[in-house]
């Protein structure tokens, strides 16, 4: 069953060991940031500095695994149609909009939608690692400097990913509009025997 992320929010739910997730983005060019934590124990959780150091690799895409903080493998992507994610930035809080984007009023987040949905498994808002950010374009200069690019998602790209272990999987459909070329649209994910 397919099931949709309304733009800016999120979604948490359990997968099992074996287990398939496949993340779409059916309209193009909008991120869903993902985050993982072991069901049976909470404090393991994603690592992007386990996942960058043990692929050996920024640019994180098929045939790679996504690592938890304990050096263990949580998912592998066993598909990517897209071939760009980032593993480099931190889910959109309502501080990145006062900083980044001087907005001082109210505006949704990945992180507030990640640990609202997360709430109900007992993960608190201090809990939330970085986020792997499906379809994400992220660019870097020779210097080093950072840019957040229009995804190249077009309509129907996915990710597929094998659990490795019993999961807690949160999903946004992210609300930063330099992630997303400026609008904000649905994700849907799917979760397969």
Same mark, same amino acid.
């Not at 940031?33 to 920024?58: P, Q, W």
């Given at each position: 069953? +397919?099931?949709?992320i309304?733009?800016? +929010? ?10 398939? $997730?496949?993340?779409? &983005? ?6 869903? *940031?993902m985050? $993982? ?5 909470? !404090?393991?959780k ?15 895409? !098929? ?6 903080? !304990? ?12 071939? !760009?994610?980032?593993? /480099?930035l ?12 001087? @907005? ?9 939608? /990640?640990? +609202? ?8 808002? *201090? ?5 792997? @950010? ?6 870097? *200069?020779? @210097? ?27 999903? +946004?459909?992210?609300?930063?509009? &330099?992630s ?14």
């Amino acid at each position: 069953m +397919t099931n949709i992320i309304k733009k800016q +929010t999120g979604a948490a739910f359990r997968i099992k060991k074996g287990q398939r $997730l496949k993340v779409t &983005d059916p309209e193009g060019q909008q991120v869903s *940031d993902m985050v $993982l934590f072991n069901a049976e124990d909470t !404090r393991e959780k994603i690592s992007s500095g386990k996942t960058l150091d043990f692929e050996e690799s920024i640019l994180i895409s !098929r045939g790679n695994f996504l690592w938890s903080n !304990r050096s263990r493998k949580m998912m592998e992507i066993l598909e990517d149609t897209n071939g !760009r994610n980032d593993f /480099l930035l931190a889910p959109c809080s309502p501080e990145t909009f006062q900083i980044m984007y001087n @907005n001082p009023h109210y505006h949704p987040s990945c992180f507030e939608n /990640l640990y +609202t949905n997360l709430s109900q498994y007992d993960i608190a808002p *201090d809990d939330i690692p970085t986020a792997f @950010n499906i379809f994400m374009n992220v660019q870097f *200069d020779k @210097n080093g400097k950072l840019s957040v690019d229009p995804p190249l998602s077009k309509p129907g790209d996915f990710v597929l990913f094998e659990a490795k272990m019993d999961l807690i999987v949160a999903l +946004t459909a992210c609300s930063a509009e &330099d992630s997303n070329n400026g609008s904000f649209k649905p994700i849907l994910y799917e979760v397969m025997d």
